[in-house]
């Protein structure tokens, strides 16, 4: 019997939390995703199942942060779902018996980091981070844009002083690296 | 150059990654008498026009969509953007 640990994406037993004076950046590991891609031919269907799902389709460029399932839109046709790990941990198993045969579903919760950061120097921050116009977002809005060279999302959650940062679960460190340089120059 | 995105409105060009003549949406089909000598000309023969040209730009740095760009090669005007998949499906592709 094998006796394995789970580990977070930056590699520690328990996520990782930096307090700043203004800005804190939280690792969040707490989080199920699983994408949906619909189908050629089926995409009202899985509009459908949307809407039953998170209340509303995600248009583009926009989040639907709703509870338990989220949603954002990645691209046409494409919206990421996010749901808390403790309840949903087969997210795409459940989600792809809503979906059928209207969209493809794809575990992604091994793929993703995630960070929360939060704190009255969020906004500066994040204009320093990367190039999504934060102080034009509102609660609800969610873009794709480069971080230290990385592809990530950015979603900008109910609390004004919130965002939620997706990258590349490969790179955590870097973009981890990237967000704690990116305080130092705000702190 | 600010392209502006059908989906997600105006975004600096430096976002896009240019992926050359919009003509190659119009693949040849593999089984026609001319095949060989099509698929050459697919391949490798650009127009080079000084003045509006359809162009594949790639937005790498946002929602990964293909566009068709009609830009002006000789003022950077850009007149038109279109999401490649709507021109290629109006041309009776991805069937």
């Known amino acids: ?187 | 150059m600010i392209i502006d995105h059908p989906l997600l409105g105006p975004r600096d060009s430096a976002e896009f990654t240019y992926m050359g003549d919009a003509r190659l949406i119009d693949r040849p089909d593999p089984d026609a008498e001319t095949a060989a000598q099509d698929f050459y000309e697919y391949g490798y023969l650009r127009g080079n026009p000084a003045g509006w040209h359809d162009e594949l730009w790639f937005h790498e740095a946002g929602d990964r969509s293909w566009l068709v760009v009609t830009r002006n090669t000789l003022t950077h005007e850009i007149s038109k953007v279109q999401l490649a998949r709507d021109v290629a499906r109006s041309r009776g592709r991805s069937k």
């Open chain 1, 1 to 187: 019997m094998h006796d394995l640990m789970p580990i977070t994406a930056l590699g520690g037993t328990e996520a990782r939390i930096d307090a700043f004076d203004h800005v804190t950046i939280t690792e969040n590991d707490g989080l199920a995703l699983a994408s949906v891609a619909a189908r050629m031919g089926h995409e009202k269907a899985c509009h459908t199942v949307l809407e039953k799902l998170l209340g509303a389709v995600p248009g583009p460029g926009k989040a639907i942060l709703h509870d338990p399932e989220a949603g954002f839109w990645m691209g046409p046709d494409q919206w990421m779902i996010g749901a808390p790990r403790d309840s949903h941990e087969l997210l795409a198993d459940q989600l792809s018996d809503q979906f059928g045969e209207t969209a493809s579903v794809t575990e992604q919760s091994g793929a993703w980091v995630c960070f929360d950061v939060t704190g009255p120097a969020m906004l500066d921050l994040c204009e320093r981070l990367c190039a999504v116009p934060i102080r034009r977002m509102v609660a609800g809005d969610a873009q794709r844009t480069m971080i230290h060279q990385l592809g990530c999302f950015v979603i900008r959650r109910q609390d004004a002083d919130h965002i939620r940062i997706l990258g590349p679960r490969a790179s955590a460190g870097s973009l981890h690296h990237a967000l704690i340089t990116t305080a130092h120059s705000v702190a």
